[in-house]
């Protein structure tokens, strides 16, 4: 099973979208009982979902709205 730094990696980068059906396996194993890793891939992908509202570019006068909203999703809701 993979190490919590591993996972981290895995997700955060590429690797995981390109990983085959057994890498990928052995992450979904992993994030089922590791909280901690489970937080984090959430908190990724409502960053990701954020920037992709926000568009390519944010203003200043945007940035505390921003993270309003990255705080609000975050939290749940």
């Keep these: 099973m993979y190490r919590c ?3 981290i990696r ?3 980068s590429d690797e995981y ?5 057994f890498k990928k396996l052995r992450i979904r ?3 089922a009982m590791c ?3 489970t937080r984090y891939l959430r908190q990724l992908r409502a960053l990701a979902a954020t920037l992709r509202e926000a ?3 944010v203003l200043p ?3 505390e709205a921003a993270k309003a909203q990255i ?3 975050l939290s749940g809701k």
């Design 5 to 7: 730094s591993e996972v």
């Design 17 to 21: 979208q390109t990983a085959g059906p």
């Design 35 to 37: 909280r901690h890793c």
């Design 71 to 73: 705080l609000q999703q």
């Design 29 to 31: 194993l992993h994030l």
């Design 61 to 63: 006068s945007e940035i």
């Design 10 to 12: 895995l997700i955060a």
């Design 55 to 57: 568009g390519s570019t």
